[in-house]
């Protein structure tokens, strides 16, 4: 496969070029900050922000949501099919 991009840099404008299954956690950090977080099921995610905000956020189904976090907590996350996009 041809990528015309390879030779950029990439930055936090740019499209995602991971997609990283998510379990969430009460003790565990993700293991790199997310770009976006997408979901399968809409629900609520607890999230620790990389700025060191934790709080509850609703996420809609199948839209990437621009948010830069380090955990994604079990407790209070009803949504499901999660993915940090990075």
Known sequence: MTD??????TGLESPAIRVVPVTPSDTQDLPEAS????????????????????TNIYVAAGIAFPIRVSRIWNTATTATGIVALA
Do not use: D
Request: charged share 10%.
């Open 35 to 54: 770009r976006a977080i997408n979901v399968a099921t809409s629900g609520t995610l607890r999230v620790t922000t990389v700025g060191g905000t934790t």
């Open 4 to 9: 015309a991009f390879a030779s950029y840099q």
